[in-house]
């Protein structure tokens, strides 16, 4: 394919962002620690509480002959009266807790009582009640549920860092799949060139044999020669499927689109080259540039700040269970005031609302409870603890993999430039030597092997510009994604792409900028 329909980085961290099944669970998990801060909010949501109900209620007793009132029971020795009651009930409350502990609790009732056969009117009692209940020791302040509710809100915090970290887990994972695509295609064009390089070897020795001026026995090594090519190119283009293959898994995509990638090149990889001079010392580089480089990353990678809102999380849970390892005593208050009127209908019943209510009542309750081993709440103490160790060794864990991985990394791009400058110089030097041979072999004064070996050593020379230039371009991303510039491009597939392709050290604070790469960015074409 032509380079206007080449695969670009870009195109393929855009196609990652879009589809890829780990980027599409944590943001579901980011859903979910959502969740978590409404369910924590939950109790000081405001509860409306009604309740209707309505009741016929019989009654027997023994009672005197010639009582006022209902009948007595026909056949009984003793005179039994039968009573009846029609009985409707009304009652609504809201309760409130707020956020010092406090529990509010204001109702309102209404009770209509009927009895049939006394010819009176029903009797309705209305009361109007404020409860106040204050806990003294469990969530005391409301120290119980804002500890919950901090903690699931640094659980947010932990799982929207988590989808940060891992746009930047897949844009470098995509990198890494495209780059090993594109070095296969490279690496096939390699063997491509060198098949047609030794193909126009024989073509010219078939040229010089039926001129009598070489013997029929070169032909038949440089043919031989030729298989070896078709077989290496055969073997490159399997090397280019499987490399498309697993770029396709990355990206998300479905079988049938993986077949249908274009291809890549590495030549169209941004890559500034920034490195130090040729004559440092590269593990002093590394050691200087990757211990200003770790402690930058501490502040800038998402992960480092979701360990760090997990072990504040961890924290506040274990302040929220130790609430119920403490005897629960709780201070109830209230006032109620009641209303007394007769009347049918609801117009009888809401009689005692609209008149003055007599004197309130007031109580005052101490309420207790200790169980007596508290297993429930020494269980969930105890799991909460272990969490929050858990928790700080993965937070020393990781600043301690960081601090040993980024110098490594800078290490890596050190190397990578050096070896990606002599490999360049290797190719250009090997392509000289061949027409050299060839010239020479031409004129008979080098033989085919000559000629040969020259060939080899330049599809090896060839080959390993394409290792160093992958190793290169890897290394760079790999410093940009550990020293925490790459998770700093959001999810902007163009400025992923350009932080995959810029050295990590140009932009952190406190680091000079390496000196500009010497080497080439764009490779010759074979």
Known sequence: A????????????????????????ARQQVRVGRGAVAVADAPLDARVRSTVATNRLSELAFGAS????????????????????????????????????????????????????????????????????????????????????????????????DLRQGVAQSAFETALAYWDYAAAHERLAIFRYAE???????????????????????????????????????????????????????????????????PARLDTVAVEGLAARADADVEQVATDAGVRLADAALARRPDVHAAARRREAAEQRVGA????????????????????????????????????????????????????RNLLARGRAEQAEAALEQARVLERDLARQIAATVPVAVAGVERGRRALAEAVAAVRLAREVVDDEKQKFRLGVA??????????????????????????????????????????????????????????????????APAPDPAPNARRAP
Request: charged content about 20%; proline content about 6%.
């Open 2 to 25: 032509g380079s206007a329909a080449a695969l670009t980085l870009a195109d393929a961290l855009r196609t990652t962002l879009a589809l890829s099944p780990s980027l599409a669970t």
């Open 66 to 161: 010639g009582a006022v009132g209902p009948a007595p029971l026909a056949g009984a020795a003793t005179p039994v009266v039968e009573s009846r009651r029609h009985v409707l009930d009304y009652r609504v409350g809201v309760e409130k807790q707020f956020r010092f502990g406090a529990v509010l609790v204001p109702e309102i009732g209404v009770q209509q009582v009927g009895v049939p056969g006394f010819g009176l009117a029903p009797a309705n009692r209305a009361t109007a009640a404020l409860n106040l209940v204050v806990p003294l020791t469990r969530n005391r302040f409301g120290g119980a549920v804002e500890a919950l509710r901090r903690s699931a809100t640094a659980g947010l915090d932990a799982a929207d860092a």
């Open 196 to 262: 047609s390089r030794t193909q126009v070897l024989v073509d010219e020795t078939a040229e010089l044999v039926r001129a009598d001026a070489r013997p029929a026995a070169d032909l038949r090594q440089f043919t031989g020669t030729l298989a070896s090519r078709r077989a290496q190119r055969i073997a490159a283009e399997q090397a280019v499927t499987e490399a498309r293959r697993q770029l396709g898994v990355v990206l998300g995509l479905p079988a049938t689109a993986i077949v249908a990638l274009p």
């Open 321 to 372: 269970v130790a609430h119920d390892l403490r005897p629960r005593v709780d201070l109830s208050m209230g006032v109620t005031y009641a209303g007394l009127a007769r009347g049918a209908g609801l117009d009888g019943l809401v009689a005692p609302l609209r008149g003055t209510m007599p004197g309130a009542s007031t109580v005052v309750q101490l309420q207790t409870e200790l169980p007596a």
């Open 447 to 512: 033989t085919q092997i000559d000629v040969i070996f020259a060939e080899n050593a330049l599809v090896e020379a060839m080959l390993a510009e394409i290792g160093a230039r992958r190793a290169y371009v890897g290394a760079v991303g790999a410093l940009s994604f550990h020293a925490g510039a790459l998770a700093e491009a959001g999810d902007d597939p163009d400025a992923l792409a350009a932080a995959l392709g810029r050295d990590a050290r140009a932009a952190a604070p406190g680091t000079p």
